[in-house]
């Protein structure tokens, strides 16, 4: 139980931090991402376009502000939870304990959100045969990709792979 309550602790830190007005840095790069895995699940981290949630622009000027991210957070993170999802031999297993740091331009004259930082647990720990499915990078450009460090802890294994499509599987450890 301590582990969860100091990871909300450290994941509520960085959000306080992100939405503070004196924050100049990114929380991570865009199009960037961690999996983390341990004996408990695997913790990702993903900073993807603001586009790729660009269905959630209520007054459709395509620009997501913070003000539609707070009136329609619970139906992103849902959204969110559904196309993010790891599947074994045995089980699927969607992300949990969701959250969404939206990542303003740095520009002095502009406050435009460029990222979404996506943090969640997948509880399924690191197995042999085990994929990673990812369904909402439909706004990524021809060139652009999500790329994505995997490390299991304990060991030194460290895995880089890239995403490029609206609809990916990527089996891990391969």
Do not use: W
């Not at 196309?83 to 045995?90: A, D, G, H, I, V």
């Not at 060991?155 to 990916?168: A, E, H, M, R, V």
């Amino acid at each position: 139980m301590t582990m969860k309550l100091k990871l909300c602790s450290a994941l509520i830190g960085i959000l306080l931090s992100v939405f503070s007005h004196n924050t100049q840095a990114h929380l991570m790069a865009p199009n960037k991402g961690t999996l983390n895995f341990d004996q408990s699940g695997g913790y990702l981290v993903l900073s993807l376009p603001v586009s790729t949630l660009m269905g959630f622009d209520k007054d459709k000027d395509k620009i997501l502000t913070i003000q539609e991210i707070k009136s329609q957070q619970k139906e992103m993170i849902e959204y969110v939870t559904e196309s993010l999802y790891l599947k074994s031999e045995e089980q699927t297993t969607f992300l949990s304990g969701t959250m969404l740091a939206p990542q303003k331009n740095h520009d002095v004259n502009n406050s435009q959100i460029e990222h979404i930082v996506i943090i969640g647990k997948f509880l399924l720990p690191l197995r042999d045969v085990m994929s990673i499915h990812v369904s909402l990078l439909n706004s990524l450009k021809p060139n652009e990709k999500l790329t994505i460090t995997m490390t299991e802890k304990g060991t030194n294994s460290k895995q880089i792979f890239s995403l490029k499509s609206t609809y990916t599987t990527y089996a891990l450890g391969e």
